[in-house]
Structure formats: structure tokens, C-alpha cells
């Protein structure tokens, strides 16, 4: 077990003037950013590494977090913690698991991240049900200003600098990399479909890239910020290109198609989310990760799944062509596989 006694003392301190004071086991530093909570119960290694979370200090609401450890890089979802900062109820740094290389707190402190133990994580996040998502900074070395994520392109800084092509086949599909989650990717690889990766304000069209279908990730932000990515996604559907989005890929598609956007109170960050299928009695349990949502359904287009929980939009489909997404994340890792069929049923329209 741990000492309790190598462990400094820290602060949360929200932006409306409430302070919450807990143990520190990540890395001794000061940080800040939007402060959100995730209802998940397992796989913190791929949350963390979800580049979705950037700009964000993240609760976690399940009781027990550190339990077995950190996995080798490759079962992450990027190369790095993508997370502000942590808050944990009860921190276990005796982990137990045959994958386990390093504790969750050798991680946060190698990465310089900091986290906190906060008992009371369950009154933390019926505050923010209440007021909505806030900023926040965690304390610990010294007092710092105030980091707002929403002021700025957080796709630019989680997008890939360069162009990676991976797998064989005779389809190929642009992946406009917002911050994609690795099994996005592998999705796609495993169903015999080349890819070709590009930075999110990258133009396929103008580079001459031979491509059949595009692909539009995930991501953190607003995404009225990937006003480049909106572009070439509206010269995909001028020219009939199969197109489909995933989570932020939701929303740009949307943007792109002359919808619209808004910030939710407190977003969908779980592995529980009830989604209808639109017109249908069929219900999938899906993985989220966003705090934007589609405001209106763009012309042309229908719903495809809505949120059976708050109604919101989770996902639209257009009624001749193939442009479609998903809010929701039918790769999962972590969550349920229940809508990994949304890869099958684009690539049947992609020719």
C-alpha cells in the first residue's frame, strides 16, 4: 500500500468559488482547465488517452481508479495523456493485472499531470449536474491563472502533423484526423479498407490524393473552431464523396451541411448512453465523449439515432446519399461494441 505521508495535499478550486481539497498522486504541479466528469466504470488508460479530453480536468465517479495499472502504449488510444489534470475518489496504487507496466501514478507524474484524491467525487459531480460544466484549476505547488480550453482550436493541437498511410485493399479512406482514437483506425484496418491520415486542416482535393470515401474523427472543442476541416468536408458533399463522422465528425458534418451546433450543460462522457434508432424500437448502449451536440437537422438530411435519455441528436443520415455520422463512439475502447455495424454499413455504400 502506499504512504500516505509522500503525498502532498492539493485543491480543486471551481470558477464559481468552491473549493474541494484532496490528496495529490499525480505530478506536484499546478494546472487548469475545463473541469468535466465521466461515469465510466473500466478502461481509464483509453479515456485519458482520448484526445476528446484535451483541455479538461477530468472526475472520474467510479469509486475505484488505479486498480491494474497502465497497459503497454499500444493498447492507448494516442501517444500521450491527453487530460489537464484528475480527480479520483479512491486512488489504488497496488494494481493487479497481467498488462500492468507502471502504477496510475508513475504515469500521471511522468507525463506531468496532476490529480487528486477527493472523497466526496459524488457531491463534486451533482454540482456540476446542477450548474453545468465550469472551469477549474488544481492547486498544489503554487497558484496559477485560469486556462480557458473554449477560446481556443483545440483540434489544431491534437491533430497529426503528418500523412500516414497504413493497410491494403481495394477501397481507400481520408481520415481528417481531429484527434482520432486509435481504434478508429483499426476499425477500419481489420475490414481490409486502406487509409490514408491527414491533419485536420488538410485539403485532399487539392492534393490530388485518390481517395473513395472520407472519414471525419473525433475530437475536443467547439467545432465551429475547424472551420478548415468544415471546408473540405462541404467539397466532399458537393461531390457526392461517401462521408462519415464520428462524435466531433457529428458535429462538423452537420456545420458543413448548414446545421447547427450548441454546448450542452454537462456533455456525454459515459459508456452507458441509451441511443434509438430513429423510427425504430431498437435501443444500442453506446460509449460518448462530447459537450457539443447537434442543434438542428441540416436539409437533406434525417436523424439517425437520438439520445433516448435527453432526445439530443446522435446522429444524422442524408436521405439520397451516402453522408452519415454518429455522435456516439462505435469503436468503443473503452465501452461497448454494440454499434461497431456502423463501419460495415458505411463501407457497403462506399463504391
Known sequence: MRDDKLYMQGKLILSDG???????????????GEIVFATGMTGYPQAFTDPSFAGQILIMTY????????????LWESD????????????IDTPSHFQSKMTLSQWLSKEKIPALEIKDTRLLTQHLREKGVMLGKIIIDKDIEQYDPNKVNL???????????????NKTIVI???????????????RGVKTITVPWDYDPFESGLHFDALFISNGPGDPKMADKTILTIKKALSNKI??????????????????????????????????????????????????FAIKNVPDGFEPWFVNANDKTIEGIKHKKYPFMSVQFHPEATPGP???????DYFLERVK
Not at 468552491?18 to 487548469?32: D, I, K, Q, R
Not at 487530460?83 to 479512491?90: H, R, T
Not at 481531429?178 to 481489420?190: D, E, P, Q, V, Y
Open 18 to 32: 468552491n473549493t474541494f481539497e484532496g490528496a495529490s498522486f499525480g505530478a506536484p504541479l499546478s494546472h487548469s
Open 242 to 291: 461517401p462521408t462519415l463522422g464520428i462524435c466531433l465528425g457529428n458535429q462538423l458534418l452537420a456545420l458543413a451541411a448548414g446545421g447547427d451546433t450548441y454546448k450542452l450543460k454537462y456533455g456525454h462522457r459515459s459508456q452507458n448512453q441509451p441511443c434509438m434508432l430513429y423510427k425504430s424500437e431498437k435501443c444500442y448502449i453506446t460509449t460518448q465523449n462530447h459537450g
Open 155 to 169: 483540434v489544431a493541437k491534437v491533430s497529426t502533423d503528418a500523412i500516414t498511410r497504413e493497410g491494403n485493399g
Open 337 to 343: 461494441m454494440d454499434t461497431e455495424w456502423i463501419f
Open 176 to 190: 481528417i484526423d481531429c484527434g482520432a482514437k486509435r481504434n478508429i483506425t483499426k476499425c477500419f484496418l481489420k
Open 63 to 74: 469509486p475505484l481508479i488505479g486498480n491494474y495499472g497502465v497497459p503497454d502504449k499500444d
Open 80 to 91: 500521450k495523456l491527453q487530460i489537464n489534470g484528475l480527480i479520483v475518489s479512491n486512488y
